[in-house]
């Protein structure tokens, strides 16, 4: 049966909501903080540095200055660059057909990502996802001039406005805080993700929470 959407356009996280990067993300610190001379993080305490900008987390959880971390992004996004933005990066699974799904229903979706919009480009079009985003959005390069959630969700809205899509009724897909406070800023609701690395405490203020593509998808699209 054909579907519709109780939402008028979509915006999505990336790492940890639509990707899972975290074996680039974790090699890569290791490399950036030994060369700093500094312990890099464990498996488990990646969370601290998934979801904010790297220039705000190098500076939150190591106590880099903001010299310091500039430094250590430049480094970072180096290595990034030499493997290439698709290694070691894999589809959580589920959704891409969600994606495919809300596009066949006509509703517009965009990212909304800290990540550095060459790098989300470049993922959304090795994932095949490109053809279903209005937009594609993400962080500046240097990731102080465009980085802060809210600002990117606000740079997501107007791009999809300016393409002509209706943003009366948008909703948010993110697994960590930062995106719960960046769509509260625009009065966006958020769906909170489940699978992403967060803890639990994390979906506080997010219209709902969910483990699995299947209840996201529900709350996405129904039968009309």
């Known amino acids: 049966m054909p579907e519709r959407s109780p939402w008028s ?5 990336v790492d940890g909501t639509i990707i899972d990067a975290s074996e680039g993300i974790l090699r890569r610190l290791t490399v950036t903080l030994e060369h700093f001379g500094m312990r890099p993080p464990t498996r488990g305490e990646l969370a601290h540095w998934i979801g904010p900008p790297m220039f705000e987390s190098f500076q939150t959880n190591v106590g880099m ?16 660059k030499a493997e290439g933005y698709t290694s070691s990066v894999q589809l959580f699974p589920g959704i891409a057909e969600i994606m ?15 990540k550095p919009e060459v790098q989300v480009t470049a993922l959304m079009d090795f994932f095949d996802l490109s053809p279903y985003l209005t937009a594609t959005v993400g962080a500046t390069l240097d990731e102080r001039t465009l980085s802060a959630k809210s600002d990117i969700v606000a740079e997501a809205l107007r791009r999809l406005a300016v393409a002509g899509a209706d ?17 509260l800023a625009h009065d966006v609701p958020v769906i909170f993700v489940q699978w992403g690395f967060s803890w639990p405490h994390e979906a506080e203020g ?14 996405l699209l129904v039968e009309e």
């Open 9 to 13: 356009c979509v915006l999505w996280d």
């Open 65 to 80: 200055t903001p010299e310091q971390a500039t430094e250590a992004v430049t480094f970072y996004r180096g290595l990034n």
């Open 100 to 114: 495919a799904d809300l596009s066949a229903a006509g509703v517009p979706q965009a990212t909304a990502s800290s």
């Open 167 to 183: 943003t009366s009724r948008p909703v948010l897909i993110g697994d960590r805080h930062h995106d719960v406070e960046g769509g």
């Open 206 to 219: 997010a219209q709902a929470s969910v483990a699995t593509a299947d209840e996201l998808r529900a709350l």
